[in-house]
């Protein structure tokens, strides 16, 4: 076994989460605990729990990866993922909590009724939700073939089954404690690889990270030169220093950019302008989150919960871009080694683990990958329980079954979880090489050509009309999904119109259209007095 240390820490912090997972079933006797702890969790509880969930691979390994391989522009996810909270705090989580229930489609039926929105918004949630689970898997699969040396699928299927169990076996209660715990570990986490990086690399000042930064090729460019560089020779008896062949490739080609050259993962306008739009609306329609404001007991507990979310995120972002310059200096010669094998995936989304072992051995390893495991399952927990929720309350018992028992809808979702499970983890097989981060970003492209707009019109405007709402999600998923898929097989264009790193810039602009013009076509409104009235009631 490779790394038995790291992997013994690690099994022990799985073993946790089970056990918590198993004690959270003891809550756990109707669909109403199962869905939403039957809405008992505490604001602070809830805020810590949100952080847990929102903190996923993407964030942990993905986010701090990119920046360690294409310098500052790789911080755009991160500012639109922060950033984002702003706006769901302001506009949605109060109306969200005071008119909804269980899911979405509960605040969608609530106003307008209807079997149709409960199967749209369920079939939506389970996009949303399989797309988003793909890149926890990947991440966890890279993560244990790192420890163990295992075959990537094999480590899926390990992911996969931990993933699943844990839904099986607790509930929401289970995963709210979880989430919270893990969020915990993530901070504390990401604040170690950071005083310890800063301390016995960079003399204990933290700025001279980025004054090495700014020196520095960042290594997607240094990779096209890197047969060019003459690195000179030790002086006799010494070894080379940590930066060695950093500064020799900007000796070399002082023209190449900086790794706070911006415009070297987004090249261009329009794929920066999409992946924000995504980034800034996502969040608003991503079901696991907003899954989170029904556990409280009311819209002022569900915005306690969101300012304290915003505040560790601040934090914990700012942390990371830090530490992705860090790995970018420490890890130079490693990660340029993966770029030039073409192991690209491999170098974004394990960089912050082989930091972890440069800094601490096999003991930081483990600590490092069990963070980041957490992050993992504690992301992939809460998009199950959102889908297998959305499954057996909309259309299960809200439309097949209405007169079904609490044990059958139980069993429903927790079958519907092993299902989900495994078509995720069929399509992780296939995008295995691709940046965690980037997955998720296309997720919320998705998210934000979806459902964040039929919410938002839903809870602010009286002129939405039900027809506006079906036209708005059949038209934002398939134009997201088809760019998405057309980003995922390299395909150029369609009809003319380029592929973007992100499909909210064609999703977002379609989606909103496609909703005011059926709603100025229509008059079903839905009871949008007595609505807005029920969801602006804490306002």
């Not at 008896?237 to 023209?255: K, M, S, T």
């Not at 039900?466 to 390299?490: H, P, Q």
């Not at 977002?508 to 007595?530: F, M």
Request: overall charge neutral; aromatic content about 10%.
């Amino acid at each position: 076994m490779d790394n038995p240390i790291a992997f013994s820490i690690l099994a022990v912090s799985l073993a946790l989460v089970v056990y918590i997972s198993w004690w959270g079933k003891r809550f756990t006797t109707t669909t109403t605990d199962f869905y939403v702890a039957g809405g008992k969790i505490s604001a602070r509880l809830n805020g810590w729990a949100m952080f847990g969930d929102y903190c996923s691979a993407a964030s942990f390994l993905g986010v701090a990866g990119a920046i360690a391989l294409a310098g500052v522009d790789s911080w755009w996810v991160a500012i639109g993922f922060f950033g984002a909270w702003i706006f769901v705090l302001v506009g949605l989580a109060g109306p969200l909590k005071s008119s909804g229930k269980f899911t979405v489609a509960d605040v969608l039926v609530g106003r307008f009724g209807g079997r149709s929105l409960k199967f749209l918004a369920m079939a939506t949630t389970v996009v949303i939700g399989t797309l988003y689970l793909v890149p926890q898997i990947v991440g966890a699969g890279h993560l244990f073939q790192l420890l163990l040396g295992w075959d990537y699928n094999v480590t899926v299927v390990v992911s996969a089954v931990t993933m699943g169990l844990m839904v099986i076996l607790g509930g929401m209660m289970g995963t709210t404690y979880n989430q919270a715990i893990q969020g915990v570990i993530l901070l504390a986490a990401m604040l170690a690889l950071f005083v310890l990086a800063t301390v016995l690399y960079f003399g204990g000042n933290p700025f001279a990270i980025i004054g090495q930064a700014m020196d520095a090729v960042p290594p997607t460019e240094a990779v096209k030169v890197i047969g060019q560089v003459v690195v000179p020779p030790a002086a006799e008896g010494a070894a080379h220093g940590p930066f060695v062949l950093a500064e020799a490739v900007r000796q070399g080609f002082a023209d190449l950019p900086n790794a706070l050259t911006p415009g070297l993962a987004v090249p261009d306008v329009w794929s920066q302008v999409s992946l924000v739009l995504g980034l800034l609306l996502g969040v608003a329609g991503l079901p696991h989150i907003l899954i989170r404001f029904y556990t409280v007991k009311d819209a002022t507990d569900a915005k306690k919960g969101a300012q304290l979310t915003i505040i560790g995120l601040a934090v914990f972002y700012i942390t990371v871009l830090f530490v992705g310059f860090a790995t970018m200096m420490i890890l130079y010669d490693e990660l340029i080694q993966m770029l030039a094998a073409g192991d690209r995936g491999r170098a974004t989304n394990m960089a912050i683990p082989l930091l972890g072992m440069e800094l601490g051995g096999e003991v930081g390893l483990g600590l490092i990958a069990a963070g980041a495991m957490a992050a993992m399952l504690s992301t992939a927990v809460g998009l199950l329980i959102s889908m297998t929720t959305s499954l057996s309350h909309d259309v299960y018992a809200g439309v097949l079954r209405p007169n079904s028992s609490d044990r059958e809808r139980l069993v429903f979702a927790k079958i519907g979880a092993v299902v989900l499970t495994v078509v995720a983890s069929l399509a992780s097989v296939w995008l295995k090489d691709q940046n965690v981060a980037i997955l998720v970003a296309m997720c919320f492209g998705i998210a934000a050509s979806t459902f964040a707009p039929v919410l938002i019109l839903s809870v602010w405007w009286k002129g939405l009309t039900k027809e506006g709402v079906i036209a708005g999600l059949v038209v934002g998923l398939v134009v997201s999904l088809v760019f998405t898929f057309a980003r995922f097989a390299a395909v150029p264009d369609i009809m003319g119109i380029r592929v973007l790193g992100n499909p909210a810039l064609y999703g977002v602009p379609a989606a909103l259209l496609s909703i005011i013009v059926a709603s100025l076509l229509t008059k079903n409104t839905g009871n949008a007095r007595e609505f807005m009235a029920m969801a602006h009631r804490d306002a």
